[in-house]
């Protein structure tokens, strides 16, 4: 079963600055083990995990010699090619660890670090001229959730962050709420829809009906494996992008089996 447009649900884990390499191992390990016993099939739902910087090629050795067709990401990137910029990290230094996914515009990096669209834009352009797909994090605060209900910031973040990408390129977007963050309240799967119906509508006025079609649009915030499905069952969410829950490998691989919970088998 795939959703509508033939999108393959995609279940992410973002481990945030959680795990060093050696637990990143552990993790990864159980992980593959519990997915192996109940035989999975990566290509009817695509996974994900998103550990930090330190932990990407111990994870990429580990998914290279157990052939777990786990698919890799990172939770950030330098806008700049190379050079003296101290502390960042390249997009063409990710693509040789097989990274395949970058967050940009993650609630973190934007309210943490003061990250604005103009920067946020420009990691989206250079993950994808390394040949990467940008996760574009979109989200409204508790205070624009009140102030301009729940649709309007995330729309103008993703309208922002795709002036600058070029046409045709893949992009997955991952719509949080702030509010839901680490929070423990789930935004209603009905919620949820809303918002990511309108990201689709205006990624189809910006991109054509194809493109809209084709994206993933993902849900995040205090996902877990009680309410995972209830949000892969609506229409216009593709996925889920997971944080606290994804740190744990026995709830993580019953969230990557959501589809069980719809079935009830
Ligand atoms: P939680 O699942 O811990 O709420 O985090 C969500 C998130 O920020 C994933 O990027």
Redo the contacts with the bound molecule.
Sequence with gaps: MSQAGGRVPLIAG?W?MNLDHLQAIGLVQKLSWSLKDVKHDFGAVEVAVFPPFTDLRSVQTLVAADKLALRLGAQDVSPNQTGAFTGDVAASFLKKLEVEHV?VG???RRHGHGEGSDLIARKARAVHAADMIPMI?VGETADDLSEHGAASVPLQQLTEVLADLPAGAEFVV?Y?PVW????GE?ASPEQAEDVCGKLRARISELRGEADADRTRILY????TSLNVAGFLRQANIDGA??????LDATEFSRIVQFKKHVTGA
């Design positions: 973002n945030k967050l993650h609630s973190e994090c991952a949080e839901a963050i680490g929070s789930a995040g915030g205090s996902v992008l997971v944080g606290g829950a994804s």
